[in-house]
Nanobody, 121 residues
Framework: QAHLVESGGGLVQTGGSLRLSCAASLRTFSRYAMGWFRQAPGKEREFVAG????????YYGDSVKGRFTMSRDDAKNTVYLQMNSLKAEDTAVYYC??????????????WGQGTQVTVSS
């Protein structure tokens, strides 16, 4: 059973930055597509960013393009989400996800427990 553990969430003011981390206990981490999703109260889960292990391409949701940067460190079995120019509407619980196929990330095999990000105006 794999485990994904997110960290780095917290309270930040509008315009500030946070970096989220997701440590994964996956034996073949480098062969997994990884993604970040978020869910705000009363809203559906939203795709934030994802990285394909096959192509190393990184994709972003429209609402975070140009502000968020996703990266992965296969040596540390960890992915990161650098969030800059944060807005109040970025407030949500952020989840890390892993699946062997990038196209399956929205219904990924493995999910973390989530980390709360709150942006105060």
């Amino acid at each position: 059973q794999a485990h994904l553990v997110e960290s780095g969430g917290g309270l930040v003011q509008t315009g500030g930055s946070l970096r989220l981390s997701c440590a994964a206990s996956l034996r073949t981490f480098s062969r997994y597509a990884m993604g970040w999703f978020r869910q705000a109260p009363g809203k559906e889960r939203e795709f934030v960013a994802g990285i394909s292990w096959r192509t190393a391409n990184i994709y972003y949701g429209d609402s975070v393009k140009g502000r968020f940067t996703m990266s992965r460190d296969d040596a540390k079995n960890t992915v990161y989400l650098q969030m800059n120019s944060l807005k109040a509407e970025d407030t949500a619980v952020y989840y890390c996800a892993a699946d062997s196929a990038y196209n399956n990330l929205k219904s990924a095999e493995f999910w973390g427990q989530g980390t709360q990000v709150t942006v105060s105006s």
